[in-house]
């Protein structure tokens, strides 16, 4: 049932409402949990907030007092999922002026990043590992991460029809529900949606692994009464394994997507045609989430443009 708000309702629990008028169901399940991490939050920080008193000085200590313990991104989200719905109370009457115009975001240091990708030969000594002389396992899963750079998500939706082997083609279409009840869901963006090639070496090995399985089912997801639940801690643990056997850096199976992607950007391969592959919604994206490897790469194209200005004699 929705309430009727005035001035001196609480603010956090018009937030409430809020989300679930205009979030639930508009939005994937992922999205909306962060929602209601930021409700959670507000609830600990402000719990006695009244709309009337929702001013640039009480919302601005809202967003300080999240940063004490928050880096600056995670602070940033944190506003933005705030702000739509401060904007409605604005409109509504509820609170007097827009109390987030000029808002300053703080944050902690961010931490020191972790290795997140493998270099070439690291890779390469990682697969050549993979146990991949029996059937269906998540060695098979690691291998083709490492080839495509899908997300965790939608490589376990993958289906043999999703292969066209005699193009060398890889249609990205749909993810798996891992987090919830299973299920097909749609992709992350209209830019996930994708076709990738892939190498003749990978359709050989796919060819002959999905010959005999059923066309519409999911390759990796055992189907049994119902769907076998699937966690991408199941996967990274046994990467895990494999990285301290080898000696190798530790990474995640999104590690691998990085992975997929650093090689590409060392190899010469566009940003673009690298956003495209990935699924990025934008090439901007790419680049924020590359800076580093493109900063370097630019470092070596300075040398390149000097050889080549000083041959023009």
């Given at each position: 049932m929705l309430s009727e708000f005035t001035q001196h309702d609480l603010f956090v629990e018009y937030y409430e409402q809020w989300i679930r008028v205009y979030k639930e169901g508009a939005i994937r399940d992922v999205t909306l949990s962060k929602y209601y991490s930021t409700l959670s939050w507000v609830r600990t920080l402000m719990p006695h907030l009244q709309l009337k008193d929702v001013t640039r000085i009480t919302y601005q200590q809202l967003i300080n007092d999240y940063a004490k313990m928050h880096e600056r991104q995670t602070v940033m989200d944190f506003h933005h999922q705030l702000k739509g719905a401060v904007l409605d109370a604005v409109d509504e009457g509820l609170i007097v002026r827009d109390p987030t115009r000029k808002v300053i975001i703080k944050g902690k240091t961010p931490a020191e990043k972790k290795i997140k990708y493998l270099n070439q030969f690291e890779l390469h000594t990682l697969l050549k590992n993979l146990l991949l002389d029996k059937g269906v396992n998540w060695d098979w899963f690691i291998l083709l991460v490492a080839k495509t750079g899908m997300r965790f998500s939608e490589a376990l939706a993958l289906t043999p029809k999703d292969f066209d082997f005699a193009h060398q083609v890889l249609s990205i279409n749909k993810t798996w529900n891992y987090k919830g009840n299973g299920g097909y869901m749609p992709t992350k963006n209209k830019s996930s949606v994708r076709k990738i090639q892939i190498d003749w070496q990978t359709v050989m090995q796919f060819s002959a692994l999905t010959k005999d399985l059923?066309?519409?089912?999911?390759?990796?997801?055992?189907?049994?009464?119902?769907?076998?639940?699937?966690?991408?801690?199941?996967?990274n643990g046994l990467l895990e394994r494999y990285c301290k056997k080898l000696n190798l850096p530790v990474i995640s199976i999104h590690g691998l997507r990085h992975t997929h992607a650093s090689l590409l950007l060392f190899a010469g391969v566009s940003?673009?045609?690298?956003?495209?592959?990935?699924?990025?919604?934008?090439?901007?994206?790419?680049?924020?989430?590359?800076?580093?490897?493109?900063?370097?790469?630019?470092?070596?194209?300075?040398?390149?443009?000097?050889?080549?200005?000083?041959?023009?004699?």
């Open positions: 059923p066309e519409d089912e999911p390759i990796f997801i055992k189907k049994e009464d119902t769907y076998t639940p699937v966690y991408n801690s199941t996967v940003i673009a045609s690298v956003a495209r592959r990935l699924g990025h919604a934008s090439m901007t994206t790419t680049q924020k989430t590359y800076l580093h490897i493109i900063q370097e790469l630019e470092s070596s194209d300075v040398d390149i443009i000097m050889r080549s200005m000083s041959n023009l004699t």
